[in-house]
């Protein structure tokens, strides 16, 4: 690696980042800014050197939030495409970064990014018309697949009556396996569904608790789930059935992924306010409301990561890799986003949504 020869060049580094970066003490006092700061805040360093950054970003800021969740987990957090409101500057969009230094003195880099859209959300948003493109074919193919399918099942069973005892076998894994197209012809169907989903204010804490009940009584049997609830959370808009598939599939994903002896698994809500996502170039959707399926498995294997929201994308041997793309579908038509992430040697699904207004 190129080395710096001096403190000098450390300098030199420093302000030619081209965003805006400030080095953030314990006590949220600004140390130290570079070039492109100066420029965003309209101010020279000399001014805002060893002012409380709350002065500019305001005490409640969720960006302090950030910097200091830096700081105590030693992770860095990224807020996507938030309105940042500088004293006295009209607002702008920014993702901004809060990235732990490794220092003793708990510094914290704070990093606005100008890009509005990241690229993880771009993700999600190309993932709305991949998932809307298959819906189309996913209608006509449970349709084209189930015809053929009952002829081979009748002729299955007429065929049952005279064959000899050896071949009642091989008939048996016949109608095994045409049973298991048909289930899958079944969740295809529910894919491939048109009809609007409904919007009801919806309580997710009461749907994340159904789905653990359920879980908890059938595949998750042997695996600690703990409930992390925010309980000011507010309602969300949405469809109850289709947001219980969501949790589902999450949760059924988490269950599979976890170790046999030790799984454990973590629902948790929180209300995260500033969290916008840009669709197109005028709506811009609040997306306050996140709940997330946390588990402490392998996390995704590295292959499939870039195509995880995609239909038949499975590790799995027995897997159909409908789950996710399900998931991606349903949640996208609330308006909302799934986002994959791993901390702390946990993988992380969360569901960002919009919260129900009369
Ligand atoms: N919680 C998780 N931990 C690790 N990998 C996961 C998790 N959830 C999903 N995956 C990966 O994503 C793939 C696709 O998931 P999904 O669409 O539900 O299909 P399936 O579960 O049928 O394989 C899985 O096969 C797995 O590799
Ligand atoms: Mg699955």
């Known amino acids: 690696m190129l080395q710096p020869e001096s403190d000098e060049s450390y300098e030199v580094i420093w302000d030619t ?48 939030n950030s910097v200091d969740q830096a700081r105590n987990t030693l992770v860095s957090v990224t807020l996507y495409n938030v309105e940042v409101f500088w004293l006295n500057k009209s607002s702008s969009t920014h993702d901004v970064i809060s990235a732990p230094m490794n220092s003793s003195d708990e510094n914290v880099l704070l990093l606005f990014h100008p890009h509005g859209m990241s690229k993880k959300m771009n993700r999600s948003l190309t993932h709305r018309s991949a998932a809307r493109s298959v819906t189309g074919m996913a209608a006509m193919l449970a349709h084209e697949i189930r015809n053929p399918l009952a002829g081979i099942s009748g002729a299955a069973q007429l065929l049952e009556s005279s064959v000899s005892l050896d071949d009642k076998e091989l008939l048996e894994i016949v109608k095994t396996e045409v049973n298991r197209v048909e289930s899958l012809i079944d969740r295809f169907q529910t894919f491939g569904d048109l009809t609007p989903i409904k919007q009801e204010p919806v309580n997710i804490h009461d749907i994340l ?78 997306l306050p409301l996140q709940f997330s399926i946390i588990d402490n498995g392998p996390g995704v294997p590295e292959q499939i990561k870039e195509d995880l929201y995609d239909p038949f994308v499975s590790s799995k041997s027995t897997g159909s890799g409908l789950g996710l793309s399900l998931v991606s579908k349903i949640i996208s038509d609330h308006g909302g986003v799934v986002e994959y ?18």
């Open 209 to 286: 608790s159904q789905a653990k009940r359920a879980a908890g009584a059938g595949f998750a049997q042997k695996i600690e789930i703990v409930e992390n609830y925010d309980p000011s959370l507010p309602l969300v808009k949405g469809d109850p059935d289709l947001l219980l598939q969501v949790v589902q599939n999450l949760l059924k994903n988490a269950a599979e992924a976890v170790p046999v002896a030790s799984g454990q698994i973590i629902i948790e809500t929180g209300f995260k306010q500033g969290v916008k996502l840009n669709i197109g170039n005028f709506a811009k959707e609040n």
């Open 17 to 64: 980042i081209p965003y805006p970066a400030f080095v953030i003490s314990k006590s949220n006092i600004i140390v130290t800014a570079n070039s492109a700061a100066e420029t965003y805040c309209l101010s020279s360093i000399r001014h805002i050197k060893n002012k409380p950054v709350a002065n500019y970003l305001g005490a409640n800021s969720i960006i302090l």
């Open 341 to 358: 992430s791993r901390v702390n040697e946990r993988s992380i699904f969360s569901v960002l949504m919009p919260v129900w207004a009369e």
